[in-house]
């Protein structure tokens, strides 16, 4: 999967096996490799008999993340960048540890329990309650300790805690499982991340004049708290940007950085095209921007899913005509 030159598809068969996921060449015409979830159950069921818990379960196969109405970057994955391990959270029915995490060797089978193995005994006992794992690119394992903390913990077991970005503010998805490590800092609400880990896009409605348009919203990530009831009251320092063509305000839903300058929008008529942003005037106020270049254009199909290639070369747009699954195109 981590090898793929295209894009990775994944969905969930409800019932029939949960999650599953394809990758393809970059010519879409070969699938390269394929996981499913399937396989795991009976290891499942296993990891939650001998906690006495009452289910064990993995995430999506391909992160959450979901900005408004367009898709965010994923968050952590639930395999690791090795494909030898699957994280795994078990629900117990411990009142002081609710819920366990770790990860399933592909390999061996063998599950390691990274809550029970941080328990401490004795004359101050010591038991936490840990939530939505998932890996980091370094391969370390990343969750939410006490519904408060963010830790991870690398291959030997050894835990580290991690600072979170006050930049989500009151956005913060505090009842969802997504975040993401930027630069050892957890990013908890899903935002197009600038390739500096300084800065972040997303979408928003401006208010231009007598006119309101589509677009998105700069934010500083450095501000950081420690836990997630330390949420400041202001957000942090905020810019609006709104793309100006020939004149004409124009709709832009932020979608990915191509590099360092450019960005990649969605036009509100399913256009595509690329704008030039200036992250160092990262501030409060409004600043308007022109197309950079025209990359798709508009089109009435509906558009099912977004993806750019990992050499942000060129983007995968997968649509339909009939505004059917079935009926799907790439």
Known sequence: MASATGPVICWNQHGEGGWRAAAFDATLHKRVATFSEKPLLPHLS??????????ASVGNLCGEGQVGDNPGEAGVSPVSPDGRRVAVEVDTDDADSESHVGWLDLVTGEFTDITKASEKKGYSPE???????GFAPDGSLWFLRDSQEYISADKGGRLAKHPIS?????????DTVFYRPVKSVAVTCPRIIHPSGKFAASPTTVA??????????ISVLGPRIDRLSDDPTEGTVTNQVVVR????????APMAWINAADLLCQGEDNDFFTIRVDTSKARDGRVEVGVEREVAPATENEIFSVAVAKD????????????????VKL
Not at 48 to 55: H, P, Q
């Open 46 to 55: 296993e990891i939650a008999r001998g906690l006495g818990g009452v289910d």
């Open 127 to 133: 038991k936490h309650s840990d939530q939505t794992p």
């Open 166 to 174: 006050a930049a989500c503010g009151g956005e913060r998805h505090r």
């Open 208 to 217: 231009v004049g007598l006119y309101t348009v589509g677009g998105f919203n």
């Open 245 to 252: 063509d020939d004149g004409d305000l124009r709709s832009c």
């Open 312 to 327: 942000r070369r060129s983007i995968y747009i997968a649509s339909s005509q009939s505004g059917e699954a079935d009926d």
